[in-house]
């Protein structure tokens, strides 16, 4: 991995926590997810004149995807009404890896490896250390289906981009779907309430879609031009920059404690990646 790739996936792990912190920050969280969302949604739609149509094949993954992705919103919401973003998101974000080395080999019949089971292993600990770290139970459990959420749809999308013909069409498709969908739940709760909150609250909506949107395009572009396996460990440094960003900006407590728990999942997910 080239230095100009390190530091481009490092960028992308700042902006993928820093859009969590956007949201744990928002006096009302479902809206701001809502607002991200639509802020990717109108940059699929910008896109869709410049790419090539995903072909029919895909358009059942396009489907399902968007559908996980509301569950993944929603489930990321509840975790954050009640949970600190230092607990929740490392839980969220690595117990993703942990789920799909779990289903691998009964799903799709891949074998784990020695050092696979043993990145599996760090994971768990540092998760467990997460989960039994006072915290509100109720958040954990909806940080433990997010987690789940991320597994289904990094499956989805990797079926629904090796058969669309047009990754770049899948993904300005998929961005385009997944904010008008989630954006029209959003209306749909809460209704005229929304823009009462956007008109006091909507630098940070705007400010985590644009993070979201350049976080994304960045990695798509580094597994272009380097190493998946190491890419895709190095991305989920940023459950270490989440705890660190909960302990030192937002004052949570237990940062030590959850900043150490955090530095194990993600060694975790570099010994299961290989990296």
Known sequence: MSLSIFLLVLLAAVTHASWNALVKLSADRAVAMGMISAVGGLAGLVALPFVVPPAPESWGFLALTTAIHLGYYVFLVRAYQSGDLSQVYPIARGGSPLVLALVSWPVVGEALSWGQYAGVGLISIGIAALAFGRG????????????????????????????SGSPFGYIAWLFFLDGTAMAALTLWSRGRAVFGVLRRDWPRPVAGGLLSIVGYAIVVWCYASGPVAPISALRETSVLIAALIGSLFLNETFGARRIAASAVVVAGIFVMNGA
């Open 136 to 163: 509100n139970r109720r958040s954990l459990m909806f940080a433990a289906a997010t987690a789940c959420t991320i597994a289904a749809y990094s499956v989805t999308d990797a079926l629904g981009v090796r058969s």
